[in-house]
């Protein structure tokens, strides 16, 4: 069965850290890329950065630039987002979903989704 697990979601107080975690089975990182995305209440499902299966990463939002970076680990089939500096505007629920080999910012070329990590900024 394909899928993907997101985990690391949280509470945490402005200017804070968190790393979330996309763990993918039933298929190998090695031939796809990782979108991560967040959805915040009542607004669209948005693309934030993305990583191919070369390991190359393109940031497509700019409010995050400079602040979240993602990262793979092909040992353990497993893709990262580090998150500092956090502001309240960062809370949504995040999602992580597969797109084969390359990036893509447009959210209709992914794949299937997890359950989605929720993280809240708030002091």
């Known amino acids: 069965q394909l899928q993907v697990v997101e985990s690391g979601g949280g509470l945490v107080q402005p200017g804070g850290s968190l790393r979330l975690s996309c763990a993918a089975s039933?298929?190998?990182?090695?031939?796809?890329?990782i979108g991560w995305f967040r959805q915040a209440p009542g607004k669209e499902r948005e693309v934030i950065s993305c990583?191919?299966?070369?390991?190359?990463?393109?940031d497509f939002m700019d409010s995050v630039k400079g602040r979240f970076f993602i990262s793979r680990d092909s040992a353990k089939n497993t893709v990262y987002l580090q998150m500092n500096s956090l502001k309240p505007e960062d809370t949504a629920v995040y999602y992580c979903s597969p797109k084969y080999y390359y990036c893509s910012s447009d959210i209709r070329h992914y794949g299937f989704w997890g359950q989605g990590t929720q993280v809240t900024v708030s002091s």
């Open positions: 039933g298929f190998s990182l090695d031939n796809y890329a």
């Open positions: 990583i191919s299966a070369t390991g190359i990463s393109t």
